[in-house]
């Protein structure tokens, strides 16, 4: 252990030392090095005089989320198992049960299973929570190491206490892991004549070729106006919200404006072509749920006059981030810009409203058919 921070001390000052040598090619704070050895300083007196002994790295990795912590509420770090977590769910694609969970103190609460996975065909529903994992409780377990016992290799499988949803007993259930797709865009379906609604769920790289396939889907069924929903959308990349409201909008059309501390980090992103669906009458449901990509959608469509939002004001994220990789592995998420909708309007911390405040879910969905249904399309 010892020689384990000896390494890392040593790293600490040698990288303070060469901070003024690097200055050229990347501007560093003159107050830099000093503040590194402070650091190392802090890290010696704890290695030496704390009641128990510590994982430096443990240390190292609580410091820089703690540096991360004071900037702003969107700026993070990740460990390398976090990292990689985050790009199974930008990619769409992991190996597990099927289903969405949020952790809780008692266990992992299923948010919604999807179709065709193990999950389903084991009978787990919304609502239920997983108390164990083959025999290990998940109460007060950190999320990461909650999560990790879902996943494995495709064809092993695990035994989890379940307690249904309703009900005070647990059942135990065995469930094979398995290569699973994660939708992004969901339930696309005819709400009223001639409307068409669709769910996306977050946006990723798969979001924009999911959603063209179920408004073709929606349009061979009869539906020339569409109901676009991302309430509870966390969001996701800016380039995949942008392509998705390239779809309703027309060349040159702008869709979002950033602007940073940097030049490169101030930009704005125009429709390249006028989409498929340009003409069609729209309305996109929001709520407190819908954030940063999905504010950028329905922003731009508002804006732009080609959609009415119906529901409840939104989250009110409007930072771009950066992901950082470090080299052993992990990676800073940091804000480097703030966008604005194509009106210029600055929504971070405030949200979008809609045009019809509606706070019931099922009569958010109802009104908005409504209003498609009294408009004449022009495609």
């Known amino acids: 252990m010892k020689k ?25 704070p ?8 402070v650091f190392t300083d802090a890290m010696q007196l704890v ?25 702003d ?17 930008t990619e769409g694609e992991f190996v597990g049960i099927g289903a969405k969970v949020n952790v809780k103190e008692d266990g992992l609460l299923i948010d919604y299973v999807l179709e065709n996975t193990p999950a389903s065909d084991a009978g787990l529903k919304t609502g239920d929570l997983i108390v164990s994992v083959d025999g ?17 290799k495709s064809g092993s499988s695990i035994v989890v206490g379940l307690k249904l949803k309703d009900e005070d007993t647990i059942t135990v259930r065995k469930i094979s892991r398995a290569k699973v797709d994660i939708p992004h865009v969901k339930d696309a379906r005819i709400v009223a004549p001639k409307v068409g609604y669709v769910r996306i769920v977050e946006f990723g790289e798969k979001t924009n070729i999911e959603l063209i396939k179920a408004l073709a889907k929606l349009r061979r069924g009869g539906a020339n106006r569409f109901i676009l929903d991302v309430r509870d959308n966390p969001g996701g990349t800016l380039e995949a919200a942008a392509a998705v409201a390239e779809l309703f909008l027309s060349r040159g059309d702008l869709i979002v404006s950033t602007v940073g501390r940097r030049s490169t ?3 704005e992103i125009s429709a390249k072509e006028t989409g498929a669906y340009s003409a069609a009458p729209l309305a996109v449901l929001i ?16 804006d732009h ?34 966008y604005f909708t194509p009106n210029k309007n600055a929504i971070n911390r405030v949200g979008l409203k809609p045009d019809f405040l509606i706070e019931d879910e099922e009569a958010q969905l109802k009104e908005a058919a409504s209003y498609l249904e009294n408009i004449s399309p022009t495609m």
């Open 73 to 89: 509420p969107d700026s993070q770090f990740l460990t390398p198992e976090e990292l990689r977590r985050l790009r199974m769910e």
């Open 265 to 267: 980090e101030s930009f």
């Open 136 to 152: 290990k409780p998940l109460q007060h377990i950190p999320r990461n190491d909650a999560l990790k016992l879902l996943e494995g």
């Open 305 to 338: 006059n080609r959609a009415k939002l119906f529901g409840t004001a939104s989250f009110g994220k409007a930072s771009v981030q950066a992901l950082l990789t470090l080299r052993d592995g992990s990676a800073i998420r940091i804000t480097t810009a703030e």
């Open 47 to 71: 290695s030496e005089r704390y009641l128990r002994e510590v994982n430096p790295k443990d240390l190292l990795y609580g410091a820089i989320q703690g540096m991360l912590q004071i900037l």
């Open 30 to 37: 003159s107050a830099l090095p000093q503040l590194v050895y």
């Open 4 to 28: 384990q921070w000896q390494k890392i001390l040593f790293l600490f000052v040698l990288f303070g030392a060469a901070a003024v040598s690097v200055r050229a090619e990347r501007e560093i």
């Open 287 to 302: 709520n407190k749920g819908s954030a940063s990509a999905s504010e950028v959608l329905a922003a731009a469509l508002k």
